[in-house]
């Protein structure tokens, strides 16, 4: 018998917003080799999710440039769609220019601490 998952752990190893998918898969176990087929052979509603979104919290943050503490800092507390998350991009509000050199400082000390010694 195959080990199955949470429907909320196969959304994330799929890198999408749990419910934004079909009911079905918000409420039925999933086997590993599922997940790997709708890795492999995607059906359209997992396209259209991976396309549009809405997006989970990682997804979002890395398409804006920012952590995702800094979307919490923000008071993003909501899924993003891909509009809305390109609306933010050509317009960037303060807070997102703040969080996006704030996230840039981070990732530039972890690397140099990464590649000290």
Do not use: C, Y
């Not at 599922?34 to 059906?43: S, T």
């Not at 398409?63 to 909501?78: H, N, P």
């Amino acid at each position: 018998m195959s080990q199955t998952m949470k429907p909320a752990t196969a959304a994330a190893k799929l890198g999408i917003h749990l419910p934004a998918a079909p009911e079905d898969f918000q409420n039925t176990p999933i086997t590993r080799a599922e997940v790997d087929e709708l890795r492999a052979n995607p059906p359209q509603w997992l396209v259209d999710l991976r396309r549009n979104g809405p997006f989970p919290r990682d997804v979002m943050a890395q398409k804006l440039g920012v952590s995702k503490s800094g979307l919490a800092r923000s008071g993003i507390t909501e899924a993003l769609t891909s509009d809305q998350i390109g609306e933010l991009i050509a317009d960037p509000p303060e807070w997102l220019v703040h969080e996006r050199q704030v996230h840039r400082k981070v990732t530039i000390e972890e690397n140099r601490l990464r590649n000290r010694g």
